[in-house]
């Protein structure tokens, strides 16, 4: 006599089958999948000593490009496209950076420009979050926020003295390099607000060279990347009536 399959072999073989049927299914898909990029490393502004950075970078590289023309000195206008309280600043930056390293800078246009574009990018989509921050404690230090969560939620001491506290700084060490492995040394991680900035160096038919960087900022510091707004202009003036007393 055959025995009968046990009905709890039927599941493993239905959900085995299902499987199979959704991976077929996936496989016929008529778009690409999602991948994401390689890990990578992205500055976030922070201060104007980081706008400060990138000015004596770009000055560096038009330097260094300027050097190889073989026509000699050339002097250069920096231009930016509006009065940004970034653009202004790293205006201002840049044209230091480029004296001090040599290069004639002229407060009138020239038939070289230096051109500098900024390009403010707010995504819309949230950033999801690899590893959550456990319980209510914030990390301030290695060990800092775990260890603080370990003393409020498991204060029973049923394990041996020291023994509580070395596991609570243990795990808050290796919390402390996931999470700067996952969201980088910048405090706050990565923001869904960037800015892409980028000079050109120019004649009136050719362009000569050019760099391109990207930064992360903080959402709150988007406004010191936009233009400034001109003031309203005044109110008009309500016409003042007089009236001419005439005595009886």
Known sequence: MTPMPSPHL??????ALLAAVLLTACGTLDVPR????????????????HWD??????????TEKMAAWPQGEYPIHVTVPDNSSFNQGFLKLLKVHLLN???????APTDVELEVQTQLVQHQAEVPRSLPIPMTGTILGTGVGVLRDWTVHYSDRTLL??????????????LDMAHLYTQGAAAGGPTR????????LKTRDRYLAGSADMYYIERADAVLYQPELPPPPPLPSTPVKTWRVVAP
């Not at 509580?164 to 795990?171: C, F, K, Q, R, V």
């Open 10 to 15: 039927r599941i493993p073989r239905t959900a």
């Open 34 to 49: 999602a991948d994401n990029y390689p890990a990578t490393g992205q500055k976030k502004a922070r201060a104007v000593h």
């Open 53 to 62: 950075v990138l000015a004596g970078d770009v000055a560096g590289r038009v």
């Open 101 to 107: 390293r040599g290069v004639v800078v002229s407060t």
């Open 161 to 174: 003295p020291g023994v509580a506290t070395a596991l609570g700084i243990g795990a808050g060490v290796a």
């Open 193 to 200: 607000t960037e800015v892409l900035i980028t000079t050109t």
